[in-house]
């Protein structure tokens, strides 16, 4: 079964930088479009960052100029660059993937991890 596990957040000033890391793991054939979503405490998950194959992004509005999303196939892993990171910011982020599983001729999302919460402080 395929798995998703981030790492990377944690607690940060306004203005700072954090890298969020997400790695794609089992019986993997290919990866079809990575990203990340986030989802704010009495909010709904929203999307932030996508990427896929062939390397076209797209950013949600509030974030352009600041975050970088991208991707190592090799390693089937997905990252954000979060730079000038601002309170509202804050949030649990979960990458996501559309996967093709080895022996499938399928690209499905895998279910989601538990998330890595960011937390920026004014």
């Known amino acids: 079964q395929v798995q998703l596990v981030e790492s990377g957040g944690g607690l940060v000033q306004a203005g700072g930088s954090l890298r969020l890391s997400c790695e794609a793991s089992g019986r993997i054939f290919s990866i079809n479009a990575m990203g990340w979503y986030r989802q704010a405490p009495g909010k709904q998950r929203e999307l932030v960052a996508r990427i896929v194959r062939g390397g076209n992004t797209n950013y949600v509005d509030s974030v352009k100029g600041r975050f970088t999303i991208s991707r190592d196939d090799a390693k089937n892993m997905v990252y954000l660059q979060m730079n000038s990171l601002k309170p509202e910011d804050t949030a649990v982020y979960y990458c996501?993937?559309?996967?093709?599983?080895?022996?499938?001729?399928?690209?499905?999302?895998?279910?989601w991890g538990q998330g890595t919460q960011v937390t920026v402080s004014s």
């Open positions: 996501y993937a559309d996967v093709r599983p080895v022996g499938s001729i399928y690209y499905t999302p895998v279910p």
